[in-house]
Structures are given as C-alpha cells and as structure tokens.
C-alpha cells in the first residue's frame, strides 16, 4: 500500500471510532462500574485504535524508508 492509501485507511478508521465512541456514553452499561469491561462497543474501539497504530507505524515506516533513498 501506498503512504496515501495507507493514510486514507487510517482516517476511515478514525471516523468509525468517533462514530462509535459518540454512541458509547449512551449505552446502559456505560452507568455501570465495569461496564467498559463488557462493552462490545469498547471492544471494538480498542480493535481499531490497535489497527491505527499498527498503520501509522506502517506510514511513519514507509516515510523513513523515502528519506533514506532521497
């Protein structure tokens, strides 16, 4: 992939984030002391906040290699 669309994905992934990190304070469970625990919605936050890192690590990776060349 290149940097560009390697940047898209991430602001994809960013966007849904914000999308469910807006629904995730109006859960039921989110009044709960452990509710964070059991929360499919913070489940799923935490995947793509691992899946962001993992592609700007990608990004910064391949601008490093573009400044080695040059």
Do not use: R
């Amino acid at each position: 992939m290149s940097i560009d669309e390697l940047q898209e994905e991430v602001d994809k992934l960013l966007e849904e984030m914000d999308e469910l990190q807006e629904v995730c304070d109006t859960l039921p469970q989110c009044n709960e002391d452990d509710g964070c625990a059991t929360c499919e919605t913070n489940k799923k936050i935490e995947e793509l906040e691992q899946k962001i890192e993992e592609l700007e690590n990608k990004v910064e990776a391949l601008l490093g290699e573009e400044e080695d060349d040059e």
